[in-house]
């Protein structure tokens, strides 16, 4: 009598697909709804970032009470281009801004940073960030399109991704 080899299980082909397809769910929702990589686009936010960089985003913070003045976020604002945007929110709801000589200011006072190499020409009438709305500008101010140059210069809750964490390629980096 010849012996018979032993026959594999199907079951265990069928486990490890179960395994493969568990794991792209849950990535499908961690990068849906926790953190999600993203690639720079343009000099506007330089030094820091540059175009071709990649930077961690947290979806969790896209939520007005995580947001505050400095923070570096990832929006969508579809009336001025169908990418990503990443800038730093220089305005909070009901700060006063402006832009006099160059100069970008908050409540009257001069915004830190970005004021190097501005077009000492430029103006911008006084507005008030609205309510869950953010004003929003890029670090290399002279070449960002941001508030100061959209015709609907807030960025609305909704409107945001989330935060941007770090760099991570490159090399990394804390945006924090």
């Not at 018979?4 to 490890?16: A, D, L, V």
């Not at 175009?51 to 969508?76: N, P, Q, T, Y």
């Amino acid at each position: 009598m010849a012996k018979s080899k032993p026959q594999t299980e199907p079951r265990g082909n069928y486990r490890f697909l179960g395994l493969v397809a568990a794991a792209l769910f849950f990535a499908f929702l961690f990068t849906t709804f926790c953190f999600s990589i993203t690639m720079v686009v343009g000099q506007s936010m330089e030094p820091l970032l540059h175009e071709h960089d990649w930077v961690v985003v947290d979806h969790r913070a896209s939520e007005k009470s995580a947001i505050s003045l400095g923070d570096m976020i990832v929006l969508k604002k579809p009336d001025v281009t169908r990418q990503l945007i990443i800038k730093r929110v220089t305005g909070l709801p009901g700060d006063v801004m402006e832009v006099r000589a160059g100069i970008l200011y908050r409540n009257g006072n001069p915004v830190p940073g970005g004021s190097a190499n501005v077009d000492r020409q430029e103006t911008m009438h006084t507005v008030t960030v609205p309510p869950k709305c953010f004003f929003v500008t890029g670090d290399n101010r002279r070449f960002s399109s941001d508030s100061r140059k959209w015709k609907q210069p807030f960025v609305k809750q909704e409107e945001v991704v989330g935060k941007a964490l770090c760099r991570c390629f490159p090399s990394y980096h804390s945006l924090q």
